[in-house]
C-alpha cells in the first residue's frame, strides 16, 4: 500500500509499505523534509535507500513502547495488531509536530485543518486507560488521539483544558518520585531563569502525576537532538560528541544553542539527573519558515534526586558516582569537562539560597515519602548547589587564572571559602582532587597569603585571608 508523508498541508514524500522494509519512492518537495530525514545536517533527497531507513527510524520513534505499562492489555481490547497499525489509526499525528500519513488514494478527502490535534478535540480513552490502567476498553472505542504518539516508558496522555494542550505524566514505584522531580525542576530554572517547560503537581487516589503545557503550538515542532546529531560520531558507541553537536547547531544556525545547552547540563548536575538522553534534549523550528528559534526550554527531568535511593544510600553518593548522559558518564565528568564557563556569568546560584525552605515545604504534605526521606532530599539539594557553587566560584572570581580558566588553587580556594572547616576528605569530594594535590594546593595558597592555618593539624580550621 502508498502513503503519501505530509507536513500541514504540504506533500513531502510518497512511499510503499513493504512486508519487511518502506520504500520511498518520490520526493515531493525535500526543504520540509522532517529534521530525522536530513543527511549530515542538511535536507536531501539524493538517497532514496538513506531515506527509507532514515523514515523507518522517524515513524517508529512515533510509537508507543510495546513494553509500555498495559499497553499489550489495551491492544487486545482494541483488537489492534500492533503499536503501528494503532498509530495509522490517527495518521500518526502528534502534538509535537505538523507530520503526519495519509494513503495514497485519499491524499483529496483528508486536510490537516480537519484532523490535527492542535485544533480539533481528539478522545482522552486511550490516553486514561494507559495512564490509570483501570477502564477497559473495547473494539468501538476511538483511536483518534495523539496518546497514540507519545513515545517513551514512562506512564502519560493528553488533555485538553480551556483550549491549551497539557500532558500528564506517572510516577513509579512505591514513592513515585518523578513528579514530584518535574515541580522542582520547574522551581530551580524559574530561580535561575533557565528557560524551562512549567510542571505542576496532581495527585488523585493517592498517586502522584505532574503536567506541562504543551512546548509547541501548529506553527512550531519539537526537534530531538537525536536528530539534529545524526550521522555524527558517537563515543565509545554511546556518548554524543559537544564539540560535533555545537558545531551541528552552527551549521543549522540555531540561536544560543551553546549557551542553552550549558544551562541545561548545569540543572541535571544541580539535580543528578540520570537521563538527559537524545530525546530529552530538544530543539524548536518554525514549522512553516523552517527558521530554527532555539534549544527548547527544560523538560523531562524526572529521573534524578536520587530516584528509587533510600535516604541512607543518598548519603554516599557523590558526583563521582552518579551517571550522566548524553557526553560523559558520570556528573562530575561532564560538568568539568564541558565548558561550564560560558554560562558562569549569567547564573546566580545565590537565588537558590531559600530553596531548599520551599522543597522542605513541598515535600511535606507528600505521605508516599517517609521523613528521612524528605529530609535527606533537602540535605542533598543543598549538598549538591552549594558543589555547584563551588565549580561555579572560580569562573566568576577568576582570582588565580584568567577568566574561561580553572585552576587547583581556584577550587580549593573556593571550596575553603564556602566553609574553611573542612576536612581534607570534604574538600576532595567537593573538587574532585587528591589530598595529595590539596596538601600541594594548601602549600600554595599559604605562599600566596590567601589562607593561613588556625590551630593545629587535626582540631584547626583555615582562615581565608
Known amino acids: ?22 520504500e520511498v519512492l518520490q520526493v515531493y518537495n525535500k526543504e520540509h523534509l522532517p529534521v530525522h530525514l536530513f543527511l549530515n545536517g542538511k535536507a536531501s533527497s539524493d538517497n532514496l535507500y538513506t531515506l527509507n531507513e532514515k523514515l523507518e527510524r522517524f515513524l517508529d520513534n512515533r510509537l508507543i513502547p510495546s513494553t509500555r505499562e498495559s499497553f499489550t492489555e489495551m491492544l487486545e481490547e482494541l483488537g489492534i495488531g500492533s503499536n503501528y497499525e494503532l498509530a495509522k489509526k490517527s495518521c500518526f499525528l502528534s502534538l509535537s509536530d505538523q507530520y503526519w500519513i495519509c494513503p495514497a488514494e485519499q491524499k483529496d478527502k483528508l486536510l490537516w485543518e480537519n484532523i490535527n490535534f492542535f485544533t480539533n478535540d481528539y478522545d482522552s480513552a486511550i490516553g486514561l486507560r494507559l495512564l490509570s490502567s483501570t477502564k477497559s476498553l473495547n473494539k468501538n472505542t476511538s483511536s483518534y488521539s495523539p496518546d497514540i504518539t507519545t513515545n517513551g516508558e514512562l506512564s502519560k496522555r493528553w488533555f485538553n483544558k480551556d483550549g491549551i494542550n497539557y500532558l500528564e505524566k506517572a510516577g513509579t514505584g512505591t514513592e513515585q518520585q518523578e513528579p514530584l522531580n518535574e515541580v522542582l525542576a520547574s522551581e ?15 495527585i488523585r487516589d493517592d498517586k502522584y502525576y505532574c503536567y506541562c503545557p504543551d512546548m509547541v503550538d501548529e506553527s512550531t515542532e519539537v526537534v530531538p537532538m537525536d536528530a539534529v546529531y545524526q550521522d555524527l560520531h558517537l563515543i565509545d558507541g554511546k556518548f554524543y560528541d559537544y564539540n560535533q553537536l555545537v558545531k551541528r547547531c ?7 544553542a551553546e549557551n542553552d545547552l550549558l544551562k541545561i547540563i548545569l540543572l541535571d548536575f544541580i539535580m543528578a539527573n540520570i537521563d538527559r538522553h537524545s530525546y530529552n534534549i530538544s530543539f524548536i523550528r518554525n514549522s512553516n519558515t523552517l527558521q530554527w528559534k532555539g534549544v527548547a526550554p527544560v523538560y523531562d527531568t524526572g529521573k534524578s534526586m536520587f530516584l528509587n535511593h533510600l535516604d541512607f544510600e543518598m548519603e554516599m553518593v557523590s558526583s563521582n558516582r552518579i551517571d550522566a548522559k548524553p557526553f560523559y558518564a558520570t ?3 561532564q560538568i568539568k569537562k564541558l565548558p561550564i564557563h560560558k554560562i558562569a556569568s549569567s547564573i546566580n546560584l545565590n537565588n537558590l539560597d531559600e530553596i531548599d525552605e520551599w522543597y522542605s515545604d ?4 507528600l ?8 529530609n535527606a532530599l533537602v ?10 557553587k563551588v565549580l ?20 580549593v580556594y573556593a571550596t575553603l571559602k564556602m566553609n574553611p572547616k573542612q576536612t581534607k576528605e570534604e574538600v576532595s569530594k567537593a573538587t574532585g582532587l587528591s589530598r595529595s594535590t590539596i596538601t600541594r594546593t594548601y602549600k600554595e595558597l599559604e605562599t600566596k597569603g590567601k589562607i593561613k592555618r588556625i590551630g593545629s593539624n587535626k582540631t584547626g580550621y583555615w582562615e581565608i585571608l
Open 392 to 411: 561555579l566560584s572560580p569562573y566568576q572570581e577568576g582570582l588565580f587564572a584568567s577568566k574561561g580558566k580553572r585552576t587547583n588553587l581556584d577550587l
Open 250 to 256: 552552527e551549521e543549522l544556525d540555531i540561536p544560543n
Open 362 to 365: 513541598f515535600l511535606k504534605p
Open 367 to 374: 505521605k508516599r515519602l517517609t521523613e528521612d526521606k524528605k
Open 379 to 388: 540535605k542533598k539539594l543543598r549538598e549538591r548547589i552549594e558543589e555547584t
Open 1 to 22: 500500500m502508498e502513503y503519501i508523508l505530509y507536513k500541514k498541508n504540504i506533500p513531502i514524500l510518497r512511499y510503499k509499505e513493504k512486508k519487511e522494509y518502506m
Open 331 to 333: 556528573q562530575a565528568e
Open 188 to 202: 530551580i530554572c524559574k530561580r535561575l531563569n533557565i528557560s524551562y517547560v512549567p510542571y505542576y503537581l496532581t
